[in-house]
């Protein structure tokens, strides 16, 4: 069939006809397309009840149809998107509750390994026990049975007077206190020393360095500290939890988030009360030192520089109070556990806990330092009152001969100090079952009545040295002291600042030309870089050590601050790594 | 923190050097201890042995690489900053 025979234009044709011409039509070309006696293009259109029309087919409408379509299509496309997004999301959901759902199948095989662990030390402890409280009663008894052996095997035996009696076949030489004539005033320490020490101690004299603190609030706070001290070492729990979840930035910390949850039911009441009673006393003893600062200038002489140097002593004295809280912490631990772990005996300079936390050498400084503060009087107030005399301690002159309310000298006090403190070391070595050796014991002794002294006194000369330079202080160490508070305050080191002029006796000598520098310092960000570097891994930390004293014996002051991973060499005052490699890399080829 | 920021949080700029000295001085000690008894509590049994282990061989230096090694799934140097920014806000709250 032609398409002719369905042309519609084709002459009139009666309604019948039409209809069944266009039926036969939308059947055979459904979509069949003609265009009107206007011009206008149609479409054939059947419907289902068989009607058919022709349609003008507008191309707007098309246009809009198919904007109608797009705008469905957008709206599918993103609800695809929103949907992939949710998937994603609760992918990622997944993946969190996945990961948190194996960290904690690792915890319950911890804790199950753990709990085998325990069954299976219950049932050999057991032995033919009937329960658990019996074998909790083995392990008692063992340990009771193991205390009493260990008792047995001390070979070292001490007496109720401090002597110590070595075990049969081992010589022990004790520290004795040199000989002194009577009358005659000694040195018992013989460590150099230098003109602003000798000048600290004339100062230490002239102002007496009387304690102005109330005695009531130095004693709460020494009391208060030490019960607060004596709880966290038994409540270590809460006193974790103190830490923890008192900052709001260690449990950021991902790790530490896992410890703070551990430790959830941390609070301890007892500990809390303690804490809490410690924090008062620390707040007494501000308001006692704001009371001093009061009695000593008048209300029209307090202007802001007045103010600041009255905060700077709180809070000088607030942290040395802290620092003694800690070493006390770490004493109780030690007594309390038997033990203080490796970690903390390198952060508080190795040895014996005991013999290092009984000098607080930094104590002296808060005094010396308080003093450049506001006179002399505040410092001797601090260094007297908060610090506990360690001022008084640091004035090595002693009188040898005169004769204490015991009846001995001074020297021989000294002397029954140290065999005291060899027997107290003896003691806890073996309570903590840690191996005995006498070279070491006789060796602290002596370190502590000299060493370690002499460590405080080249502290303190140092940091007197330097702030006393830094502050502008020509007037030597006594003027440092008696100081106004008017003195000109310091900006704070610059890590790029050169060396400080410092008083004389801490400028180094003129290093000799031969030795030079070694060129390849700069670059290095730390001195240990290039000591590992120069000398291997192993070991260059004592070699920078070593150089520090081949550079000290050349007249360069060098100061070793922190412990374990905190600690950072100054030389001349001035710790940037440059400076401290050029002076002491000159020294690398005396070693 | 470098020491310098130590003392700038604490608002001690003004103060004499030597001063300064001792404050940073006390800071670190006290937060050394601090963050000690963190990274001592949180060592497994099992990296409690090894820890032993290193200390009995003598080697100061492979303990303290090993601590750094992030055995106790926490940065040791991140806990020690921590430590010491929670000590700074601590003195400085203290102050009456």
């Known amino acids: 069939m032609s398409s002719e025979e369905f042309h519609l234009d084709k002459g009139p044709k009666s309604d019948t006809s039409a209809e069944i011409e266009g039926n036969e039509l939308a059947d055979k070309q459904p979509r069949r397309v003609r265009t009107n006696e206007e011009g206008q293009t149609e479409r054939l259109v059947k419907y289902a009840n068989g009607d058919f029309e022709w349609v003008p087919t507008a191309e707007r409408e098309t246009s809009q149809e198919l904007d109608v379509h797009s705008e469905v299509l957008e709206e599918v496309v993103s609800a695809i998107e929103v949907s992939e997004k949710d998937n994603n999301r609760q992918d990622q959901e997944i993946t969190e509750l996945r990961q948190t759902l194996e960290a904690r199948d690792e915890e319950v095989l911890e804790l199950r390994s753990e709990l085998d662990e325990l069954r299976r030390m219950v049932e050999e402890l057991r032995g033919g026990a009937a329960t658990e409280s019996e074998a909790e009663d083995i ?72 304690p102005e603190l109330s005695a009531e609030v130095a004693e709460a706070l020494k009391d208060n500290a030490a019960d607060y001290a004596k709880l966290t070492a038994k409540a270590r729990k809460g006193y974790l939890g103190q830490l923890l979840h008192n900052s709001k930035y260690l449990v950021k910390v991902p790790g530490l988030k896992k410890l703070a949850d551990k430790i959830n039911d941390w609070s301890d009441q007892k500990l809390d009360t303690a804490r809490e009673s410690y924090q008062g006393a620390l707040a007494d003893m501000q308001r006692d030192i704001q009371d001093q600062f009061e009695a000593q200038y008048a209300e029209e002489e307090r202007g802001d520089e007045y103010e600041n140097n009255l905060r700077l002593a709180k809070q000088l004295a607030l942290m040395q109070s802290h620092a003694d809280l800690e070493d006390a912490i770490t004493a109780e631990r030690h007594e309390q556990s038997g033990k203080a772990g490796w970690l903390t005996k390198q952060l508080t300079n190795k040895g014996s806990l005991k013999g290092k936390l009984a000098i607080a050498g930094t104590a002296a400084a808060v005094g010396v330092g308080v003093g450049l503060l506001g006179g002399g009087k505040w410092g001797g107030m601090l260094a007297g009152g908060t610090v506990g005399g360690v001022m008084a301690g640091q004035v090595n002159r002693r009188r040898a001969n005169s004769e204490g309310e015991d009846g001995r000298t001074l020297a021989e006090s000294q002397s029954k100090e140290d065999r005291d403190a060899f027997t107290q070391e003896l003691a806890d070595k073996y309570e903590n079952e840690e191996e005995a050796n006498v070279e070491d014991l006789i060796k602290y002794v002596q370190e502590r009545t000299a060493s370690e002294r002499q460590g405080n006194r080249s502290r303190l000369k140092t940091a007197i ?16 002291m008696q100081g106004t508070v008017g003195a000109a305050p310091v900006e704070a080191p610059q890590p790029e600042a050169p060396a400080p002029e410092v008083v004389p006796e801490v400028v180094p000598e003129p290093v000799a030309e031969v030795l030079v520098p070694d060129p390849s310092i700069g670059n290095y960000d730390y001195p240990w870089n290039w000591a590992a570097d120069t000398f291997g891994a192993e070991g260059a930390t004592d070699t920078l050590k070593q150089l520090g004293e081949l550079a000290a014996q050349d007249g360069h002051s060098i100061q070793w601050n922190g412990d374990g991973l905190n600690e950072w060499v100054s030389v001349d005052g001035v710790s940037d790594t440059q400076s401290v490699l050029d002076i002491l890399s000159r020294y690398t080829t005396k070693l | 923190m470098t020491d310098e920021q130590i003392i700038e949080a604490l608002g001690a700029a003004s103060a004499p050097a030597q001063l300064q000295e001792v404050m940073v001085a006390n800071a670190r000690k006290v937060v050394g201890l601090r963050t000690a008894t963190i990274v001592e509590e949180m060592l497994t049994p099992e990296q409690q042995q090894i820890y032993e282990q290193l200390q009995n061989a003598g080697n100061d230096q492979a303990v303290w690489d090993w601590l750094r090694s992030d055995v106790i799934g926490a940065d040791t140097s991140e806990v020690y900053e921590a430590t010491l920014r929670s000590y700074i806000d601590e003195v400085n709250s203290q102050i009456v």
Request: no cysteine.
């Open chain 1, 465 to 480: 040295g330097v702030g006393a330079a830094a502050g502008g202080l020509s007037g030597g160490i006594v003027e440092a």
């Open chain 1, 139 to 210: 392990v008692d008894a063992e340990i009771i049975e193991d205390e009493e052996a260990h008792d047995n095997e001390r070979v070292f035996t001490v007496s109720s007077a401090g002597e110590v009696t070595p075990p049969a076949g081992k010589e022990v030489e004790l520290y004795s206190a040199p000989a002194a004539e009577v009358g005659k005033e000694v040195e018992l320490y013989t460590g150099p020393k230098d003109e602003a020490e000798t000048a600290l101690e004339a100062a230490a004299e002239e102002e007496g360095f009387s």
